[in-house]
């Protein structure tokens, strides 16, 4: 979606909006009317990622623009030095909560670990996939566009396969 579309939502004043914090700065400098003065909750998922994709100076952007009256739940499956800093700078009175390495996993849950050269991946996925017919699966990929190529190459052999990925406007964009 090009900056004038997404401009045109935001003057409709939404209750949620969902950035990356390049694109709201650019809506924060570019966007006539737009502001978050009245910014309740600032969310940040996957912080220590964020930081570390150098969106630091534009996270500081956006701290320096939004009320300090606010709730802020920062998420982050690593405590980085950039983390703890960015922690610091924009809470007040933190709640911590971590998970504990001494939690296991239910007995229940099947994991396996198979270490196969790059070049065959797709081939053992799909041998394991046959193997194990008829149980539920999530394969996690690293890129969007390796979730859609997977889903299409399964879909292509005849498996019942979708794909879920930020980029994806609606699920109604894939075909069923």
């Known amino acids: 979606m090009d900056m004038m579309a997404q401009s045109l939502m ?10 990356t914090p390049g694109r709201l700065v650019d809506h ?4 006539k009317g737009f502001s978050l003065r009245n910014l309740k909750v600032l969310v940040m998922d996957e912080a220590d990622r964020i930081l570390n994709m150098d969106f630091e100076e534009e996270v500081d952007k956006i701290l320096k623009v939004i009320p300090r009256e606010r709730r802020t739940f920062l998420f982050s499956a690593t405590m980085t030095k950039k983390v703890q800093k960015l922690h610091r700078a924009s809470l007040v009175d933190p709640v911590r909560v971590e998970v504990s ?8 849950l099947q994991q396996y670990y198979i270490f196969i050269p790059v070049k065959y991946k797709d081939v053992y996925l799909v041998h394991i996939l046959n193997e194990m017919a008829g149980n539920s ?11 859609v190529r ?9 498996l019942d396969a979708i794909p879920l990925h930020g980029q994806m406007t609606q ?4 075909p069923h």
């Open 10 to 19: 935001l003057a409709k004043k939404p209750h949620i909006i969902i950035a």
């Open 28 to 31: 924060l400098e570019n966007t």
């Open 101 to 108: 390495t001494k939690f296991q996993t239910v007995e229940q």
């Open 137 to 147: 699966f999530m394969v996690f990929m690293a890129t969007c566009n390796g979730t």
């Open 150 to 158: 997977v889903a299409l190459l399964l879909r292509n052999l005849g």
């Open 171 to 174: 699920i109604s964009d894939w």
